[in-house]
Every structure is written in structure tokens, then in C-alpha cells.
């Protein structure tokens, strides 16, 4: 399969824990990263290397993997964290990217 | 600090051509790919493909070929996409982004095709 998919949608209690998946075959052979958008606004890295956070992104953001899904976790999700969530990762060449189709996270 | 800057919005009639730049700097330019990604409105991402910076070899994905263009001046460390016969449906926010893994995005370019 050469797509990745994500749920469209999932909510979250505030201060609780959510998982937004990411599933598809490439993720077998590559690693997913994630990317946070919010409105308005170019997407940021949240997650790199399956389970790798840039400078600057919460500890609360956490990534896992097992066979061909993919997992960002959010511990104790908080009010600025609502936003559309992306996994990305190459395709079977890979020389190619792909994307899901993101994820909209809502806090409640 | 690793920055890449978009020239702004650009309003086109159909069947005209827009020639989007990103002009990267606080790193060195040829370290690293350079991508091309779409967001219609209201829609996700798409990868449109990506230029390699040191040989300026572009790799197009699937429903991205021949009016789609990637093209480098690394005298200014910029990257260009031109697209050209443009749609209605070629309405969208173009990205461009740092690395065969991205890390760092560009701020948005809009185009807007309308009569």
C-alpha cells in the first residue's frame, strides 16, 4: 500500500491521554514522524524517528510504533494542543513521502 | 536560526502561470532537499515532490507532472515551484520544506486561481 491513514477525528478530555494512530504498510520498513497544524499556521514538528522530540515541543508529545502503526500519545493534553495532527513517512521506494490525512484533535 | 521564507499571496486567472519562492537561510543550502507540498482548502497535505539541492534533480509525485516545476538559484539559496496553465482547482497554500525528513517548513504561499 502506498497511503497512510488516520482517523479524522478524535477527542480529548483536557488533562487526559489520547493516542492518534497512523497505519499503513510502508511504516513496516520506515519511520513516522508528526507533524502538528494549527489554523492559519504552517505545520511544526512534533516527532521525528518514530519517538524523537525537536527542542522546544512538550514531553507530553510521545511517539511509538508497532508493525505498521504508527502512534503519537499526547500525556495530559492541554487546551493549545487542539489542532490537526499528520503522519509522514516514505513510501515502499522510498524516495517518495507520504502524508495521512491528519487527524483533527479537539480538547474538551 | 534555520528559516525559509516564502514570497506572499498571488492572485491568477486560469491559464496563467505563478512562479512561488522560498528563500532558506541559517543553514547551508545544499545540505538539504528542498519539498513542495499542497493544501487545498479546508483539506490535508500533499507531497508534491522534492528538488535535490546539490545536483538540482527534481522528483515529481504521482499527479504532479507537467505543469509543475522545481527549479534552485543557490547563488540566493531559493528554491522555486512555477506552475503553469493554472486551474481553479489549483487554489491552494503551497509549502516548501527543509530535508528528505522534514523538520522545517516555509510559511504558506497562497494561490488563488479565479476569473
Known amino acids: 500500500s502506498s497511503e497512510l491513514t488516520q482517523d479524522p477525528a478524535v477527542s480529548v478530555a483536557l488533562g487526559q491521554t489520547v493516542s492518534i494512530t497512523c497505519q499503513g504498510d510502508?511504516?513496516?520498513?520506515?519511520?513516522a514522524t508528526w507533524y502538528q497544524q494549527k489554523p492559519g499556521q504552517a505545520p511544526v514538528l512534533v516527532i521525528y524517528?518514530?519517538?524523537n522530540r525537536p527542542s522546544g515541543i512538550p514531553d507530553r508529545f510521545s511517539g511509538s510504533s508497532s508493525g505498521d502503526t504508527a502512534s503519537l500519545t499526547i500525556t495530559g493534553a492541554q487546551a493549545e494542543d487542539e489542532a490537526n495532527y499528520y503522519c509522514?513517512?516514505?513510501?515502499?521506494?522510498?524516495?517518495?513521502?507520504?502524508f495521512g490525512g491528519g487527524t483533527k484533535l479537539t480538547v474538551l | 536560526q534555520v528559516q525559509l521564507v516564502q514570497s506572499g499571496s498571488e492572485l491568477k486567472k486560469p491559464g496563467a502561470s505563478v512562479k512561488v519562492s522560498c528563500k532558506a537561510s541559517?543553514?547551508?543550502?545544499?545540505?538539504?532537499?528542498i519539498n513542495w507540498l499542497r493544501q487545498a482548502p479546508g483539506q490535508g497535505l500533499e507531497w508534491m515532490g522534492w528538488?535535490?539541492?546539490?545536483?538540482?534533480?527534481?522528483t515529481y509525485a504521482q499527479g504532479f507532472t507537467g505543469r509543475f516545476v522545481f527549479s534552485l538559484d543557490s547563488s540566493v539559496s531559493t528554491a522555486y515551484l512555477q506552475i503553469s496553465s493554472l486551474k481553479a482547482e489549483d487554489t491552494a497554500v503551497f509549502y516548501c520544506?527543509?530535508?528528505?525528513?522534514?523538520?522545517?517548513w516555509g510559511q504558506g504561499t497562497l494561490v488563488s486561481v479565479s476569473s
Open positions: 520544506a527543509r530535508g528528505r525528513s522534514i523538520d522545517y
Open positions: 541559517g543553514y547551508i543550502f545544499t545540505s538539504y532537499a
Open positions: 528538488i535535490n539541492t546539490n545536483t538540482g534533480n527534481p
Open positions: 510502508s511504516l513496516r520498513s520506515y519511520y
Open positions: 524517528d518514530e519517538n
Open positions: 509522514n513517512s516514505r513510501d515502499s521506494s522510498g524516495n517518495h513521502l507520504l
